[in-house]
């Protein structure tokens, strides 16, 4: 009882001070989440009058591009966001992710969602790092793994709420095409609410907080090029089973990006009206359980929890496939949840604390590369195995990725474990 209220105490006052980021985060993930996970699978695949007939290689590729587009645009509106302010950027990405959907909605060419998607992704480069910045702005070091606990959370909650809001958009007008109106609706309004409630922080180092200044380096940083990052991971081998495992886990991650519910809907016979009550047990684990595990993760120990949480999400993807019901598949997802519950903020947390002192930076900006090259790859990928292997192959591949990850993890990560720059610093 004693741990409880003290958790509760410190996540609190984090709380209090970032829920303007929070919220406007949570109407965010809700709008890519419908757009990723629930309506481009499903509307690009599903024959016309219902979508546009494409094969599900194709899909894996649009959705890739979004993160490619993202990814090579995150470092110009990092820099310039620590420059000129980070409000006026999170309030651009939000508002070109708004106007996106209206156009999908009208275009008949599966192959015009490229570019369409490639402007998402820059509209995802300008939310991101100034919205996380501002986090990393905002909050000390020892206060961060409870705060990123709060996003990981959310990121989660995203999803499901997208699923059900894909269901009952669905049973209500009939058609897929309707629900890009709502996606829009979501993004500008996360779009208002960021220009009336966020602070227009700076340069982490110097914003100030309710009671002083950030004791550190900002948790976030942008992807480098991938010559210096690998420079970089030759000259430390920390730094480079770090990259690796962080590839791992994003690529695993990734490869049910655009897959999860056209096998719901094609393998399971689920229609679109079901799909809330897949997530219903999920939802209620990410909501009851997110802020306590990614806590107490912190206090148990970061490289336990990021092992033990890679090791149960590898077993979950393995079991998934062998889910032919909608009961079993929800009970199966909840200990999927619950492992990125406690692997992710663990990670994020120990990301930061192998860096060099002042170096956290360039250290985290080389794992955000490798990262980025994962969650680039995997839609593809799973694209790929979906239609040319089998529907639960995807899965079977996100478990051997994860399952890597937690092996290398295992293996190689020791608590304070420090990367050590050819310059000895």
Request: hydrophobic share 55%; proline share 6%.
């Amino acid at each position: 009882m004693r741990l409880l209220k003290r958790m509760a105490g410190e996540m609190s006052g984090v709380m209090a001070r970032l829920w303007p980021l929070i919220v406007v985060a949570l109407f965010a993930e809700w709008g890519y989440a419908i757009m990723n996970v629930c309506v481009l699978p499903v509307y690009l695949k599903e024959p016309p009058p219902q979508g546009l007939g494409a094969p599900m290689s194709l899909i894996g590729l649009v959705i890739s591009t979004f993160l490619v587009a993202e990814t090579a645009f995150k470092p110009l509106f990092g820099w310039s966001g620590d420059r000129y302010g980070r409000k006026r950027f999170i309030v651009l990405g939000l508002i070109i992710c708004s106007a996106t959907p209206l156009l999908m909605r009208i275009v008949d060419k599966p192959w015009v969602f490229f570019p369409l998607r490639a402007l998402d992704g820059v509209g995802a480069a300008a939310l991101w790092p100034c919205l996380l910045a501002s986090v990393a702005a905002m909050t000390s070091s020892k206060e961060r793994m409870g705060a990123m606990s709060v996003f990981n959370m959310i990121y989660m909650l995203g999803i499901a709420l997208a699923l059900g809001t894909y269901s009952l958009v669905f049973q209500l007008t009939g058609h897929n095409i309707q629900i890009f109106l709502v996606i829009s609706g979501v993004f500008m309004v996360a779009a208002v609410l960021s220009l009336f409630t966020i602070q227009n922080t700076k340069d982490p180092a110097h914003a100030h907080l309710g009671a002083g200044h950030t004791d550190g380096p900002a948790a976030v940083a942008e992807p480098l090029g991938w010559r210096e990052s690998l420079e970089l991971a030759v000259s430390s081998r920390v730094l480079l089973v770090m990259m690796v495992v962080s590839f791992l886990q994003a690529t695993g991650t990734n490869i049910l990006n655009g897959v999860i519910v056209v096998y719901i809907h094609e393998v399971l016979g689920v229609a679109e009206s079901g799909l809330t009550k897949i997530m219903a047990g999920p939802g209620i684990a990410i909501v009851l359980l997110a802020l306590p595990l990614g806590w107490l993760g912190g206090r148990w120990g970061k490289v336990k929890s990021v092992c033990t949480g890679l090791g149960i999400a590898g077993v979950s993807f393995f079991i998934i496939p062998h889910a032919t019901t909608i009961l079993s598949i929800s009970i199966v997802i909840v200990p999927l949840v619950i492992g990125f519950l406690i692997a992710s903020p663990a990670g994020l947390a120990l990301i930061t604390e192998i860096a060099p002192e002042g170096k956290e930076g360039l250290i985290v900006g080389a794992v955000a590369t490798a990262q980025g090259m994962g969650a680039m790859i995997g839609p593809a990928l799973g694209g790929w195995l979906y239609e040319n292997v089998n529907p639960g192959a995807p899965f079977r591949a996100a478990g051997v990725f994860m399952t890597a990850a937690m092996i290398v993890a295992v293996f190689t990560f020791k608590e304070g474990m420090k990367v050590v720059l050819p310059n000895g610093e």
